[in-house]
C-alpha cells in the first residue's frame, strides 16, 4: 500500500481512533489501531468493545494490495502525526511495518497481526432518525452538564433519548438537576422508542461531529439507527457504533414544573457573573442563597462560610413577579443551568424554598433546566 492524503484529515481520524481505542491489559491489541487499504480510500479503525469507530478516508493510492490490513499502535501514532504541519502525508507498508512521511519527517512503526484484531458491529436495521448535525451536538452540549458518569445508577451516567414520530427529546439527569432539550426532526421514526446512550459515547459524538472530519465533502445532517441493545451514528464517511445502557429511566415529567408562584427575567451576564463571584464564600454544601425582593425588582445572593467570610450582591431584573422568597441552591448546579440557557435573559421560575426551580433561556420553547433546592 501506498497512499496519500490531507494531514489534516489523517490527524482528526487517527485522534478519535486513539481515544476511542482501548487501555486493556487484557487485551492489548485494543489500543492499537486497524488501517485497511479500500480501492482509493483507507479505512481506520478503533474499538474498546463497548464503542468501535470506523473512518473512511479518500485520497490517491499510488500502490495497492487489495484489502491489505496492518495494526500499529494508537496513542504514538497519534503523537507524531499532530507533531506535522505539511499539507498532506504519505503512508507507505513496507516488510509488513508502517511508514509514514511528511516533509522532511519519516516515522516507521512495528505492527501486529490484523486478525487478532476484533471486528467492529454493525447494526442491522435498515430505521433511522435523521437530525441537523449542529443541531444535536449543541442538544448534547447543554444536556451533559446534568449527567454524573459515576452515579451509582446505571441509567443515571447516560444521556436519554425519547423519539415520538418527528419528536426527539434528549435528557439527562443526576437526580439533583435535570436538562431536556426538544429537537423535530427531518423524517418520521414510525414508532415510539427510547434508549439510553451512554456518557462517554455522548461525548465522542459531539466531538465527532466537532472534528468535522473530511470537511470539504460538507455533511450536514447525523444519521442515526438504534437497535435494542447497540446504537449507530452515520456522518459522512465516519461509523461510531456503541451499546446501549440496560436500565429503566426515571419518569422524569413529573418533577417538571409547570406554573410558577414567582417569575423572575434577568440578565445573563450579570448573573453569571454575581453567582460565580458570590460563590467564592460558599460553604463546603456550595450553597448560595437567592432573595426575590419583587418591590425592589432585584434579586439578592448571598454566600457564607464560617472560615473564610461572606459575600453578597444584589442585580436589577427585567421583570419579577411573585412574592418574597429566599431558596438556596448549589452554586454549581446553578452555573451549569444558566450558562446553557440560550440568549441575553434568562428565566427563572420558583415555587415554594423546598420545591424545584426551572432555568431558560427568555424567549426558548425547546429547552428547560431543572434545579433541586438545597434544604438548609
Known sequence: MKFVTLLENFKKAINLGERISGKNF???????????????????????????????????????KENEKIVVPAKILANFVNHLSEEKVLLETKNQNLIIRSGKYQAEFL??????FPIIPKVKTIKNIEVNKEE???????VIPAISPNASRSELTGVYFDLNGKTLKIVGTDSYRLAEKTIKLTNDFSEKTNFIIPFRTAIEVSRMIADNIEEELDHQNLIIYPESNQIQF??????????????????????????????????????LESIKIVGLFASRVNDIFLTLNPDKKEINLVAQDQTFGK????????????????????????????????????????????????????????????????KI
Not at 479503525?45 to 468501535?52: Q, R, V, Y
Open 111 to 116: 505492527t501486529l497481526n490484523p486478525e487478532d
Open 26 to 64: 487484557t487485551l492489548p491489541i485494543l489500543s492499537n489501531l486497524l488501517i485497511e487499504s479500500k480501492k482509493n480510500k483507507i479505512c481506520v479503525s478503533a474499538t474498546d468493545l463497548e464503542i468501535g469507530v470506523e473512518i473512511l478516508l479518500t485520497g490517491q493510492m499510488e500502490e495497492e
Open 311 to 374: 459575600g453578597q450582591t444584589s442585580l436589577k431584573t427585567k421583570t419579577i413577579q411573585g412574592n418574597h422568597l429566599s431558596i438556596s441552591f448549589d452554586y454549581r448546579y446553578l452555573l451549569d443551568g444558566i450558562s446553557v440557557a440560550e440568549g441575553d435573559f434568562v428565566f427563572l421560575g420558583f415555587n415554594k424554598d423546598n420545591n424545584p426551580a426551572l432555568i431558560r433561556g427568555e424567549e426558548e420553547k425547546d429547552f428547560l433546566y431543572v434545579l433541586m433546592p438545597i
Open 136 to 142: 444535536i451536538k449543541q442538544s448534547l452540549e447543554r
Open 234 to 271: 452515520n456522518l459522512g464517511n465516519t461509523r461510531l457504533i456503541s451499546q446501549l445502557i440496560n436500565g429503566e429511566y426515571p419518569q422524569y415529567e413529573a418533577i417538571i414544573p409547570k406554573e410558577f408562584e414567582n417569575e423572575v427575567v434577568v440578565g445573563k451576564k450579570e448573573l
